[in-house]
């Protein structure tokens, strides 16, 4: 089976999870084309994002003007199915946060796009993120293309579902994964219940590098070192972290904070943390690659991710395989992973107060709780975020397209009760069971 994977900028330094996923669909057999509607506009750091890239076509890297003529063509050559997608076009660009022109260029790209999969002959659609990518792929079923189906991760389109035209994404969409149970319940929101069936929960996951046996990784370090893993974004809540340290110098309290990664507010932060007098203590590193973040995460005694909204962010994974404790917040899909005192801290998001104080408790707690914690953390993410295990899972939702029984047979053979699957509807309206019960 050969399906299209297709996202708004692919790759990123950000979605090694994206990277995971294809891979576990390809051990599973699923040939997957990649496309992105244009590239990231930062150099791509890590290997393994590189070779991606090399595998990756840009819809707008045709250029303008074959943008235009795809369009004209798919207009004069198929007119009846244009204009149903033209008129698709000004529903969704309607009210929309990128207006009629923006949504004139997405069914351009869908053109463009339509053409591709025909000569690649990719039978379905799977976008990533339900802005832009799912438009198109939208769009591209219109045109009389294979039907798609996205995945959701938050908090962007939970912050403007409407706009988005969210509802309407999942009511044409075969199928919609949410990466968390909390993701799943927004969607809920967002469309009529006859529709919540086909909404799935599959986890982003992790690689046998970050599930390998307990003697490959390094034991957690005794040493007074935070270590951050996002985008410097308001989101992300860099500039609480750098108070909070603020408030642990004030206490005469020592720490290091290294912040990995880069973005908007880089300048804020740094003139933040000059401000305070923290150059000494907090450090900048920029994107690294995925051994670098590895090798970072090893060094500190915690994770710290004091984000204001999330999805479920991978760095937590990546960092409770590696058996390092994770300080966040109770925020989206962090508290399905993070539990308080098992595996790490939980505080209030926005919360400095909360903050500083859980990362004086990481700091006076004996290493060797630390260490359990870490240890409790690894078993939950094997548990629920090996990527083989989630890619099977999907893989079974492509294949239960075209063939309903053998996605039956094979989920309910390898998944437990405990997946937290439910039920979906295929394209011939036969239910198709893939795990357990809502």
């Known amino acids: 089976m050969k399906i299209a994977y297709l996202i708004n900028q692919y790759p990123q330094t950000s979605q090694s999870f994206i990277r995971r996923e294809i891979a576990a669909l390809e051990d599973q057999g699923i040939e997957v084309d990649r496309y992105t509607l244009r590239t990231w506009d930062q150099e791509v750091v890590d290997a393994g994002d590189k070779a991606e ?37 000004r529903k969704l660009g309607k009210r929309g946060e990128r207006g009629k022109l923006y949504h004139l260029i997405y069914l351009a790209e869908a053109c463009v796009l339509l ?119 308001e989101q992300k809540g860099q500039l609480l972290l750098i108070e909070a340290a603020a408030r642990l110098k004030a206490r005469n309290v020592y720490c290091e904070i290294i912040l990995v990664g880069d973005g908007p507010m880089r300048s804020e932060i740094e003139h933040q943390i000059s401000a305070l007098g923290l150059q000494d203590r907090v450090k900048i590193t920029g994107w690294m690659s995925n051994q670098e973040v590895r090798h ?93 295990t989630e890619g099977a899972r999907l893989a079974a939702l492509f294949r239960g397209l075209a063939s309903p029984v053998m996605a039956r047979l094979q989920v309910e053979h390898g998944k437990s009760e405990s997946s937290g699957l439910s039920n979906f509807t295929a394209d011939n309206g036969s239910a198709v069971k893939v795990g357990g019960k809502k």
């Open 53 to 89: 890239k090399a595998k990756t076509q840009v819809v707008l890297g045709v250029g303008g003007a074959r943008l235009l003529l795809s369009l004209a063509r798919t207009a004069l050559t198929s007119p009846t199915r244009f204009l149903r997608a033209f008129g698709l076009t």
């Open 115 to 233: 053409k591709w999969l025909k000569t690649s002959g990719a039978k379905h659609v799977h976008a990533h993120f339900g802005t832009n990518s799912t438009t198109v792929a939208m769009l591209v079923h219109a045109l009389g293309g294979p039907g798609y189906s996205f995945t959701c991760h938050g908090p962007e389109e939970f912050d403007r579902p409407l706009a988005l035209k969210l509802g309407e994404k999942i009511e044409a969409a075969e199928f919609v994964v949410a990466v968390s149970e909390f993701g799943r319940s927004q969607l809920f929101r967002w469309c009529g219940h006859a529709h919540w069936k086909k909404i799935q929960v599959i986890h982003c996951g992790v690689d046998s590098s970050f599930l390998s046996s307990s003697e490959t990784h390094p034991e957690l370090p005794d040493v007074p070192r935070f270590v951050c893993v996002g985008r410097l974004a």
């Open 296 to 388: 970072q995460l090893l060094e500190a005694r915690a994770m710290v991710l004091p984000s204001f909204a999330e999805g479920l962010p991978v760095v937590v994974m990546e960092a409770l395989a590696l058996r390092r404790p994770v300080i966040s917040t109770y925020v989206a899909g962090i508290p399905e992973l993070v539990a308080p005192g098992v595996c790490g801290y939980l505080v209030p998001a926005g919360s400095v107060e909360h903050l500083a104080e859980a990362m004086m408790s990481a700091l006076k707690e004996d290493i060797t709780e630390l260490r359990a914690m870490g240890q409790a953390g690894a078993l939950r993410v094997a548990q629920a975020h090996n990527a083989a």
